[in-house]
T-cell receptor, first 115, second 116 residues
Framework: DTEVTQTPKHLVMGMTNKKSLKCEQH?????MYWYKQKAKKPPELMFV???????INESVPSRFSPECPNSSLLNLHLHALQPEDSALYLC??????????????FGEGSRLTVL | AQKVTQAQTEISVVEKEDVTLDCVYE???????LFWYKQPPSGELVFLIR??????QNEISGRYSWNFQKSTSSFNFTITASQVVDSAVYFC?????????????FGKGTKLSVKP
C-alpha cells in the first residue's frame, strides 16, 4: 500500500468561506507535507509535520492553518482566502527515520478555486 | 544554494521518437539524492526514479533511462520510442536535508507532448 489519499479532489469556495482539505496515508510514514502548485509552476513547500509536530512553516499566511491529528492524517484548514490562493494543493509523506532519503510520496492533489 | 535547472520548458515529439529531458543541479552537500517525477494532467506527482550521489551507474527501466554525471552535475532522462501516454510534465528534484527532515527542491518542469 503506497497510497496518499486527498479529499476533496476539487473545491470551489468564496472568500468568506471556511473549508478544509484532508490527506491520509497508511504507509507508516511519520513526515507529512503540504505543497502548493500554481499552474505551470513546480510545487512549493508550505508546511512539514514530523511526528505530528509542525517542523517547517514556509512563512505561509495565517489564512492557511495546518493540523496533524494523528500520524496518518493531515488537514489544511482554509479561511478568508484570496483568489490568488487558487491552486493545486498536494499532500505528501515520507519516512522519518535514519533511512530518510528525501523521497516523497504524493497524493493526486486538491484543486482549489477561490471566487 | 540548492538549485535544479530544467532548461527545456516544452518539448514536442512524434510518437516513437526518442526524447531526452535535461536536468542540471547545484548543491553544496556531499550526500544528496536526485529524483524524477512525472505529473500527468490528473495532477498526481508520480515517482519515477531516485539516485544517490554515490551511485553514478546509469539505469534503464523499460523505455526509460537515466544518465547521472557528477562531473557535469547533470541527471538526464531519456524516453525511448515515446508514446502518447508519456505526455506529461516531468520534474527533476534534488533532496535537501533541513535538520533531519528531508525536502525536495524542484526544477521548473519540462512539458512533454507526444503526438500520434
Amino acid at each position: 500500500d503506497t497510497e496518499v489519499t486527498q479529499t476533496p479532489k476539487h473545491l470551489v469556495m468564496g472568500m468568506t468561506n471556511k473549508k478544509s482539505l484532508k490527506c491520509e496515508q497508511h504507509m507508516g510514514h511519520r513526515a507529512m507535507y503540504w505543497y502548493k502548485q500554481k499552474a505551470k509552476k513546480p510545487p512549493e513547500l508550505m508546511f512539514v509535520y514530523s511526528y505530528e509536530k509542525l517542523s517547517i512553516n514556509e512563512s505561509v499566511p495565517s489564512r492557511f492553518s495546518p493540523e496533524c491529528p494523528n500520524s496518518s492524517l493531515l488537514n489544511l484548514h482554509l479561511h478568508a482566502l484570496q483568489p490568488e490562493d487558487s491552486a493545486l494543493y498536494l499532500c505528501a509523506s515520507s519516512r522519518r527515520d535514519g533511512s530518510n532519503t528525501g523521497e516523497l510520496f504524493f497524493g493526486e492533489g486538491s484543486r482549489l478555486t477561490v471566487l | 544554494a540548492q538549485k535544479v535547472t530544467q532548461a527545456q520548458t516544452e518539448i514536442s515529439v512524434v510518437e516513437k521518437e526518442d526524447v531526452t529531458l535535461d536536468c542540471v543541479y547545484e548543491t553544496r552537500d556531499t550526500t544528496y539524492y536526485l529524483f524524477w517525477y512525472k505529473q500527468p494532467p490528473s495532477g498526481e506527482l508520480v515517482f519515477l526514479i531516485r539516485r544517490n550521489s554515490f551511485d553514478e551507474q546509469n539505469e534503464i527501466s523499460g523505455r526509460y533511462s537515466w544518465n547521472f554525471q557528477k562531473s557535469t552535475s547533470s541527471f538526464n532522462f531519456t524516453i525511448t520510442a515515446s508514446q502518447v501516454v508519456d505526455s506529461a510534465v516531468y520534474f527533476c528534484a534534488l533532496s535537501e536535508m533541513r535538520g533531519s527532515q528531508g525536502n525536495l527542491i524542484f526544477g521548473k518542469g519540462t512539458k512533454l507532448s507526444v503526438k500520434p
